[in-house]
């Protein structure tokens, strides 16, 4: 099944009746949803009144519930304790990971981030024979930084050379940092899913962070929302605000299609194929993480 992304954006109250999200606006049901529909519920809203059976019911339900602040941007996220019968034996693997593994499973996730940020480029008419080349110089661990190497060359390239990513500084961090955190609340409620625990990261370590593992599995998922931010630039150029049409647009990226080893995915459900085999590496069932690709642009793309 496709999960849903539910963006509740005016005052409204939120309930469960006969197993439907209920939404109600002065007494009024203005919509219902199967609360099994949904992956992602995004309460954008601060005078949303919400009972406490509704986010339990999409939460029990493996959905995830994203709470934005004044600012209407993402400031939570609650995940569900327990989406996996085999959680503790899943959870004793992944402690007990070599450092060998972990440093070839990162060496994975870069190089797959360095390729898709290629494609992009490729896609959107930018011809570079750097990237690919940095990629393939990613050894285990990435102790050069090949990472950050890349990063460079691909700012520079994709919004130009006076762009700096920096999520405190001005547009289009701002697209960016909340098509990031859409994306890291959709990855960790996969690895919720597979029985994974989202603290423990493969690179990531920050002792405060407590999605050190979502930020390692989504870095090859971030092209996509470089993608759509390099289209949300194209469409109605820079804005210190986003309006509604833009987070739209944004939150459409976990539905948009991925190319999964040649097939099409809704890119959330790619995620949960890239979680699986996650565990599938950390179990030593297989050797390789499965991530998702661009597609590259054809001949009559216009």
Not at 79 to 96: A, D, G, K, Y
Not at 161 to 190: E, H
Request: hydrophobic share 40%; net charge positive.
């Amino acid at each position: 099944m496709i999960k849903r992304t539910i963006v509740i954006e005016s005052p409204c109250v939120l309930r469960i009746k006969h197993k439907q999200l209920v939404i109600e606006r002065e007494e009024e049901v203005v919509g219902t949803v199967p609360v099994e529909d949904i992956g992602l519920l995004l309460i954008e809203n601060t005078q949303v009144l919400y009972s406490h059976h509704a986010l339990i019911s999409v939460i029990e339900n493996n959905g995830a519930v994203v709470l934005a602040g004044i600012d209407h941007n993402p400031v939570g996220l609650i995940l569900p304790l327990e989406s996996n019968t085999l959680q503790s034996e899943r959870f004793r693997v992944q402690i007990n990971a070599s450092v060998p593994t972990l440093k070839r499973l990162w060496q994975q996730i870069i190089q797959s981030k360095i390729r898709n940020q290629s494609r992009l480029l490729n896609n959107i008419g930018i011809t570079d024979k750097r990237l690919p080349i940095l990629a393939q110089k990613v050894k285990s661990g990435d102790p050069e930084n090949i990472e950050a190497q890349a990063s460079r060359h691909y700012w520079l390239l994709l919004f130009g050379r006076n762009f700096r990513r920096d999520r405190f500084l001005g547009c289009p961090n701002n697209y960016l940092n909340y098509g990031y955190i859409i994306l890291r609340a959709a990855t960790a409620r996969s690895l919720v899913g597979s029985g994974l625990l989202p603290t423990l990261g493969i690179h990531h370590h920050n002792r405060y962070n407590a999605y050190c593992l979502a930020d390692d599995m989504m870095e090859p998922y971030r092209a996509f929302v470089d993608k759509a931010v390099y289209e949300l630039l194209k469409q109605y150029g820079k804005n210190d605000d986003i309006t509604k049409e833009m987070k739209t647009k944004l939150l459409q990226v976990l539905e948009s299609e991925v190319d999964m080893n040649g097939i099409k995915y809704p890119l959330m459900s790619a995620l949960h194929q890239s979680t699986a085999s996650l565990y599938r590496c950390l179990s030593g069932i297989q050797k390789e993480i499965e991530f998702p690709t661009l597609w590259e642009k054809s001949a009559n793309t216009e």
